[in-house]
């Protein structure tokens, strides 16, 4: 599942550029709990052209849990991803 989203200017290497607002987000209450929690590593992917046509990259960072951590994921932290999904942190 989708623990974190963002975006990027056009840069020339994104993963390097991705590195600074990764790391912010795995010192956060989420991204701690996500580092925690996770079946696995998480993974994080960029792509380029999002569906309103931004120019740039877009940073996901998708993690798979147990059922109960799931939930729990959505039920703390659910409303967050979906503003930051709409407002989008933009660097």
């Not at 996770?38 to 993974?43: D, E, K």
Request: net charge negative; charged share 25%; aromatic share 14%.
């Amino acid at each position: 599942m989708i623990v974190h989203r963002f975006r990027m200017g056009d840069v020339e290497d994104a993963q390097i550029y991705a590195a600074g607002p990764i790391m912010k987000w795995q010192d956060s209450d989420a991204g701690a709990w996500v580092m925690e929690h996770a079946l696995q590593t998480p993974v994080f992917k960029t792509g380029i052209n999002s569906p309103d046509g931004y120019i740039g990259y877009t940073v996901t960072i998708e993690a798979d849990f147990t059922p109960e951590d799931e939930v729990y994921f959505h039920l703390r932290w659910g409303d967050e991803l979906v503003s930051h999904s709409r407002d989008w942190d933009t660097i």
